[in-house]
């Protein structure tokens, strides 16, 4: 449950996988859609991927819940909380450079053994007190061991030593050992441990449905039309097409699959089945049948990465623009600069009713408040969006790495659910009954890699609407833990930042590092343009809402 292999390759398939919480179906209606443009196909790819109910709870549900949940020692917790609060506020002074994972040291700062000692101690009593996944990933029995190899290298290592050696050499026995899985845990701002799932296509070729053989594409090659027979990688047949937009606003297929990349030790890539020096690209190979003369060869196609995200435009929650008579919503992040910040971003949902088609923006929308995107949802529809199983570590560290502070200066040292479908008196987690939330008009919906935590609570929540579509590659995956806490280590003054909230589906499913996947697969760089396009095309403008 806690890893994935390594080389799983995914293909289209996993359009009809749902590794977290959704309703029923929330896809588009045909009795709308009859009446818009929308394709038929596009419509069953979309209706499809919203066949989907609240996943089916893990048969050992509450007992497995229960293991996740840790006692912490008082007098341990209170003595941590109190290196973290003393740490509150201390100015960074200096900091780290990155290049694949070193840690350059400008000013040369060294650190003895017994420094670095009492600070690999503290990193590992601030996980057991603090770290919500601390359990999930195996607890004492995991991180001891780690703990107890990165000491017994310690003991062999230059004394006094640089802090860039430091990292490298001995907290990577933590960070790149795998025990961690988790895109909310950094130490100085490096992520280790997390299989990446990014979309890799071929743009040049495109795939249209075989008008006599739905269930076969054909594509046009120097004039000459072909059929396309097999897809093969490594001699193995995969699916290995995707849906898109082309860059004329066409809804049409393309060559393409979605697959793992993954982070190494000394967290430097490695990428198994790229060539090219090392550039994201690998082959596939296509058999075609040219459909004049029935004749049949094999040809190489080049499949590149897809996953270029859209930088962060300014530090509003919301700005909003209409092009060619389509309203656009952009969000870039879900933390409030002012009251008034915040109270236009909602002010934009009521906006956005009216609106017979319309954009929301999410690329490169990092997270925020996790409260804000259901609240948005709740305005525009009315309906208030389902939420997941939630846990809330709760200690004096958690307090302090937190920023706050507890009246009675009492320790808390449970794991608070927070779920509404939890029933206290029975131990038990009901699936919920709700419906759908209505929505006579057509969303789209933008998104890629940097769509992340609170930003993909957004498309979470967008999913339950109807007549909603996500254009775009498949979103960070970072929902495993949430209500991140922060401090800086006192001797090396590294960052350390993790969440001390658990988010979990009733399955118990992957969703960290694989994320949501789009109905459509664009690169991201130009998803706007091509969905405004795509608009155009089908005369989406001219719809009527009921």
């Known amino acids: 449950m806690k890893h994935i292999h390594p080389f799983i390759v995914i293909t289209i398939c996993i359009l009809f996988l749902v590794p977290y919480i959704s309703l029923h179906s929330a896809g588009i209606r045909d009795d709308f859609v009859s009446q818009t443009g929308i394709p038929r196909q596009l419509r069953e790819i979309v209706n499809e991927n919203r066949k989907i109910v609240h996943p089916q709870p893990h048969p050992d549900l509450v007992n497995i819940i229960d293991g996740y949940v840790f006692s912490v020692n008082f007098e341990e917790d209170a003595k941590i909380a109190k290196i973290v609060k003393e740490r509150r506020g201390i100015a960074q002074g200096w900091r780290y450079n990155f290049n694949f994972g070193s840690v350059t040291d400008p000013l040369d700062i060294l650190l003895t053994h017994e420094q670095i000692y009492e600070e690999i101690h503290l990193i590992f009593n601030l996980l057991r007190n603090g770290y919500a996944a601390y359990k999930y990933f195996g607890g004492d029995d995991v991180f001891f061991p780690i703990r107890d190899s990165a000491l017994e290298k310690l003991a062999g290592m230059d004394n006094p030593m640089r802090v860039s050696t430091y990292f490298n050499n001995i907290l990577n026995l933590l960070l790149g050992s795998g025990a961690i899985a988790d895109n909310h845990f950094h130490i100085s701002n490096m992520t280790y441990g997390i299989p990446k799932l990014i979309p890799y296509m071929n743009n040049n070729l495109i795939l249209r449905r075989n008008p006599s053989h739905e269930n076969s594409f054909i594509t046009e090659i120097d004039g000459t039309f072909y059929k396309v027979l097999e897809v093969l990688r490594d001699a193995q047949p995969i699916e290995g097409i995707l849906p898109t937009i082309t860059q004329d606003g066409e809804f049409a297929w393309a060559f393409g699959l979605v697959t793992v990349d993954r982070w190494q030790n000394s967290a430097t890539f490695r990428h198994d089945f790229f060539h090219n020096n090392g550039q994201n690209v690998f082959d596939i190979t296509v058999i075609l049948e040219n459909t004049d003369t029935g004749i049949s060869h094999s040809r190489v196609i080049t499949l590149q990465a897809v996953d270029v995200p859209v930088r962060q435009s ?91 502070s507890r009246a009675n200066n009492s320790s808390i040292t449970e794991m608070d659910i927070e779920d509404e479908y939890y029933d206290d008196s029975t131990g038990l987690l009901p699936i919920s009954t709700q419906e759908i939330i209505k929505n006579e008009n057509v969303i789209i919906v933008l998104m890629d890699k940097d769509t992340a935590s609170a930003g993909e609570l957004f498309v979470r929540n967008l999913r339950q609407l109807e007549n909603v579509l996500f254009v775009g590659t498949n979103t960070k995956g970072a929902l495993l833990t949430s209500d991140v806490g922060r401090t800086t280590l006192p001797h090396s003054n590294m960052n350390i930042s993790f969440g001390t909230a658990l988010r979990m589906p009733f399955d118990l499913s992957q969703f960290e590092g694989i994320g949501f996947m789009p109905d459509l697969y664009v690169p991201p760089e130009e998803s706007l343009e091509r969905v405004l396009r795509f608009i155009e095309r089908y005369g989406l403008l001219k719809l009527k809402s009921k």
Not at 342 to 347: G, H, K, P
Not at 378 to 386: I, K, M, V, W
Request: proline share 3%; net charge negative.
């Open 314 to 404: 300014g530090s509003s929650m919301i700005t909003t623009q209409t092009s060619n008579g389509v309203m656009i919503i952009e969000n870039r992040t879900l933390s409030a600069r002012s009251q008034e910040d915040l109270a236009d971003f909602y002010n934009s949902a009521s906006a956005f009713r009216d609106k017979p088609v319309a954009i929301i923006d999410l690329r490169g929308n990092k997270g925020g408040q996790g409260e804000y995107p259901s609240e948005w949802v709740r305005l525009y529809s009315g309906q208030t969006p389902t939420g997941s199983l939630f846990y809330s570590h709760k200690s004096q560290v958690v307090d302090e790495l937190l920023g706050l």
